[in-house]
């Protein structure tokens, strides 16, 4: 069974179609990288699938359960239990700025999961533990360097207990240094076998930890390999023209 399955989504902005018929399936403990040059397309199809944007057709099912369709918004209690399941995290970490860390990381799981705040303390210290910043814990973001701040973020995401992340460019606002920190954690998770669907620039990043990759280009799907046969020998040529273009490459 797939954990996320896209069926055909397209979506327009006005008369820009920006997803073209895109179909993702995606297995329980799998890890997917999205790359492909700005502007195809990637962020919006992360964003339709946390149904922060509503696609235009096709559908989108999570454990088999229709989180997503044409022009409808799915508001059954099943589709929000799944929507629950899904963490993201932003390129600028879109972390609370008035709230401590604790509070950035035990607020969902109060509000959302009714969790009650005792164990949600006791939750979020396990986390920071694994970020490797249960020192922050009373700190406010604006203290924190950006890998830190990044970092907690993906504590907060971890909190909800998430059958599957999204990260949209968790590192291209961090300066190399931080860049490392941040994929340090990220990496860890996909040992963990949690599902991961990454967007991702950083491509000896991406060819390290994913089990598939997904080129996108103009809204298209152009190929989806395996990181070995994507970076040593693209169907594409376009992926080989990009390749050879990014920072990092490894042709
Ligand atoms: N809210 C919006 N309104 C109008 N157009 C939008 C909107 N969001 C995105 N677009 C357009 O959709 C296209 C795809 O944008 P998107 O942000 O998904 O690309 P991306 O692949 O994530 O790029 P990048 O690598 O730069 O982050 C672009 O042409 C963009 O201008
Ligand atoms: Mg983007």
Do not use: W
């Amino acid at each position: 069974m797939n954990l996320l399955k896209l069926s055909k989504i397209n979506k327009s902005f006005d008369k820009n179609q920006v997803l073209k018929d895109v179909s993702i399936s995606l297995n329980k403990g799998e890890v997917i990288s999205i790359i492909g040059p700005s502007g195809s397309g990637k962020s919006t199809l992360l964003r339709c699938i946390t149904g922060l944007e509503q696609m235009d057709s096709g559908l989108i099912e999570f454990n088999d359960i229709t989180i997503a369709a044409a022009t409808k918004k799915i508001v059954n209690t099943e589709a929000v239990n799944a929507h629950k399941k899904i963490g993201m995290v932003f390129q600028n970490f879109n972390l609370f700025p008035h709230k401590t860390v604790l509070e950035n990381i035990i607020e969902a799981p109060i509000i959302v999961n009714n969790i009650n705040k005792k164990d949600a303390i006791n939750i979020a210290r396990k986390l920071l533990t694994k970020v490797e910043l249960l020192d922050k814990i009373d700190s406010y973001p604006c203290t924190l360097s950006g890998g830190q701040k990044q970092r907690i973020a993906i504590a907060r995401a971890l909190a909800m207990n998430p059958e599957l992340i999204l990260f949209d460019e968790p590192t291209s606002a961090l300066d190399p240094k931080l860049t490392g920190e941040v994929l340090k954690v990220i990496r860890n998770l996909a040992l963990e076998k949690i599902s991961l669907v990454v967007v991702t620039h950083e491509m000896q990043f991406a060819r390290e930890i994913s089990d598939r990759i997904i080129f996108m280009e103009n809204g298209e799907i152009l190929e989806t390999s395996t990181p070995e046969l994507l970076f040593t020998n693209p169907k594409h040529p376009r992926i080989k023209q990009f390749l050879a273009y990014t920072p990092h490459n490894i042709l």
